[in-house]
Nanobody, 126 residues
C-alpha cells in the first residue's frame, strides 16, 4: 500500500504564492508518475499537473501553465507543486496521486492513478 500525505496548503491573497508538498511511502517511488489534482465545492475533480518518474516530462492544465511548477525529489520520496500568481479560482482541495505503472508520459486522467493523498486546502482571497 502506497501512502501519500499532502501539506503546505493555507490561506493566501490573490497574487501570492504557496508551495505544496506530497510525501510518499514506497520503495519504488522513483518509478511512479505523480500528479496533482484539485477539487472545488460543487465542481468535478480537475487535473492540475503531472510529472514522469524521471522528472523529465511535465504536463500542466491550461489554467495553471506558466504559474505552477511541478517537481520531484526521488531521494526524499516527495513531489512538490510551486504555485505562483495565485487567483481566487485556484481555491480548492489539492490532492497528489501516484501512478505505480506509468506510461512513458504521465497521465492527465485521474482514473489512471492508483493512490491518493487526503488533500490539502488552498484558499485564495481577493
Amino acid at each position: 500500500q502506497v501512502q501519500l500525505v499532502e501539506s503546505g496548503g493555507g490561506l493566501v491573497q490573490a497574487g501570492g504564492s504557496l508551495r505544496l508538498s506530497c510525501a510518499a511511502s514506497g520503495r519504488t517511488f522513483s518509478s511512479y508518475a505523480m500528479g496533482w489534482f484539485r477539487q472545488a465545492p460543487g465542481k468535478e475533480r480537475e487535473f492540475v499537473a503531472a510529472i514522469s518518474w524521471s522528472g523529465g516530462v511535465t504536463y500542466y492544465a491550461d489554467s495553471v501553465r506558466g504559474r505552477f511548477t511541478i517537481s520531484r525529489d526521488n531521494a526524499k520520496n516527495a513531489v512538490y507543486l510551486q504555485m505562483n500568481s495565485l487567483k481566487t479560482e485556484d481555491t480548492a482541495v489539492y490532492y497528489c496521486a501516484a501512478d505505480v505503472r506509468p506510461s512513458l508520459t504521465p497521465s492527465k486522467n485521474y482514473v489512471r492513478y492508483d493512490y491518493w493523498g487526503q488533500g490539502t486546502q488552498v484558499t485564495v482571497s481577493s
